[in-house]
């Protein structure tokens, strides 16, 4: 038992190490990927500043604030995913299942279709994309309330109202689509598909803010994770304070992937899949399961970004298609091979 616990800790150490080689080297190739090809060593010296040229402007100014936005949204959207899968206790849970992700689709379908998409808020935000984090943030509280009573909150009852919640946002949204016209219906299609195109400073200045405040704050929620995997039972038992855990997590999700959807639209997947992939390597220890997640979850869009900057260049294909891409086939062999790595779900 021992031996399987310092193995598997070794184990976790040589992943995290390796995902923090990844990271970097894979935006430097992102940098370097797009229309305009650039080598590495080309790429390396417009990011120091040694080349003024075309390269200099293309890597400084178009392509890194978009590289270090897709880093810190896949970062945040796959920390929230092993959260709320400890949360629920399900390697198959994924964020949208608190209503986030429907309830900021309607917010950003509403302002689309009163024609508020042009219009600019906060930061250089568009109306809609405040609308879809207010929208996200509305859904979470109504689920919350449905789940809360006078005994707590209830997991199950939660899960229950998301679904619920999730459904009915679907059903006004479609409704919303089948009175619009094509113009409006193509604006909410694409937005839902997600992508980075429109990433500018102002918009990496929100997401590092937010996002970067999710992502410090999650690991400090590791250890009653690790509890309530036992049960909220034995976690009050062992001095967890489990409703205050569930709302602050709950809390801290909402703001991470209510923000991830208002600046690049949905982009689903990276929450659910990367989450569950470090789970079956590394265990379900979230000291580390947390901040492997978040660093494979940014390796994850950033890769999905530069491929959708790639394949049918000049032409770019919403990220959301190619996160699906990518990770539903290596999803599929890991499901099918989940016994080489000791999980049974």
């Given at each position: ?152 909150t209830s997991v199950a009852t939660m899960l229950l109202a998301g ?61 009653p994770l690790n509890t309530l995997l036992l049960g909220e039972s ?94 539903v086939p290596f999803f599929i062999s890991l499901l099918r091979q ?8």
């Amino acid at each position: 038992m021992i031996t399987n616990v310092i193995h598997r800790r070794r184990r976790a150490q040589r992943l995290l190490l390796l995902l923090v080689i990844m990271l970097p080297l894979t935006m430097l190739l992102a940098l370097g990927s797009g229309a305009v090809k650039i080598a590495p060593g080309d790429t390396l010296s417009a990011l120091l500043g040694a080349d003024r040229g075309q390269a200099s402007l293309i890597v400084q100014q178009i392509r890194l604030p978009r590289v270090l936005l897709a880093a810190i949204i896949g970062a945040t959207l796959a920390m929230s995913g092993a959260a709320m899968q400890g949360l629920f206790r399900n390697p198959l849970a994924d964020p949208s299942l608190i209503g986030v992700t429907a309830g900021a689709s309607l917010g950003a379908s509403l302002l689309i279709v009163a024609g508020g998409s042009s219009l600019t808020g906060f930061m250089g935000l568009s109306l809609v994309s405040l609308a879809a984090f207010v929208g996200g943030v509305l859904a979470v509280l109504l689920v919350y309330r449905l789940a809360s009573s006078d005994n707590g909150t209830s997991v199950a009852t939660m899960l229950l109202a998301g679904i619920a919640i999730t459904a009915l946002a679907g059903a006004a949204g479609s409704l919303l689509e089948f009175f619009t016209d094509n113009e409006r219906l193509r604006q909410i299609s694409l937005w839902k598909m997600g992508g980075l195109d429109g990433a500018t400073l102002p918009r990496l200045l929100l997401a590092t803010v937010v996002a970067g405040s999710v992502l410090l704050v999650l690991p400090r929620y590791a250890l009653p994770l690790n509890t309530l995997l036992l049960g909220e039972s034995e976690a009050r038992h062992l001095g967890i304070a489990v409703n205050r855990t569930k709302l602050a997590l709950i809390t801290w999700v909402a703001i991470g992937v209510g923000t991830s959807v208002a600046l690049v639209g949905t982009i689903a997947f990276v929450g659910l899949v990367v989450p569950h992939i470090v789970r079956l390597l590394i265990g379900p220890d979230h000291r580390t399961l947390l901040p492997a997640s978040a660093l494979g979850g940014a390796i994850l869009l950033v890769c999905a970004d530069a491929l959708s900057r790639t394949l049918l260049a000049p032409t770019e294909l919403p990220v959301g298609i190619i996160t699906a891409l990518i990770g539903v086939p290596f999803f599929i062999s890991l499901l099918r091979q989940r016994h080489h790595y000791g999980m049974q779900t």
